[in-house]
């Protein structure tokens, strides 16, 4: 599936995690198998303003740029707050309507994957086996919450 190998190759450079037209730049994202689904798992800091519009969601996306495109939109996402600004109107960005049932896309990018979220929970620094991990992510006690969500399509965008 190239859409796969192309989304694991462009999260080291950021893809958009969409939940209600809030865009939050993301780096980390797993695919796997779980309970016989397809899965597609982001994590999401508990300080961040997505975390708050996941924990009442029941859907998200992950849309993915085409590699070497959308650094400066996924700067402006990965460092402003949708707390404090609307980053869609000040990108002048649109979203791309949900097709399988998930959130609707950030319009642009080469991938769409929506995903209906079957199990979250929140990461316990205090099991890492690598002492590194901990004291590189979680020194300043702001954990992740890991939402493994279900695979209900992917769209390509720009062909």
Excluded at 34 to 39: A, C, D, G, L, P
Excluded at 53 to 75: N, R, W, Y
């Amino acid at each position: 599936m190239d859409w796969m190998k192309e989304t694991n190759e462009q999260l080291r450079r950021g893809a958009f995690l969409m939940v209600n037209g809030n865009p939050m730049t993301i780096g980390w994202g797993q695919f796997g198998v779980i309970w016989n689904k397809q899965t597609f798992s982001v994590y999401v800091r508990q300080s961040r303003y997505t975390h708050s519009l996941l924990e009442h969601a029941s859907t998200f996306t992950v849309s993915v740029p085409k590699a070497g495109t959308m650094k400066d939109d996924l700067a402006f996402c990965g460092t402003r707050s949708g707390r404090d600004v609307d980053k869609i109107s000040a990108l002048h960005a649109s979203l791309l309507p949900a097709a399988f049932g998930g959130q609707d896309g950030f319009s642009g990018c080469r991938y769409h994957i929506e995903c209906r979220i079957l199990f979250r929970t929140e990461l316990d620094e205090h099991l890492l086996e690598d002492d590194s991990l901990l004291s590189r992510y979680y020194a300043d006690g702001d954990p992740h919450t890991m939402y493994v969500g279900e695979i209900l399509g992917v769209r390509e965008e720009n062909a």
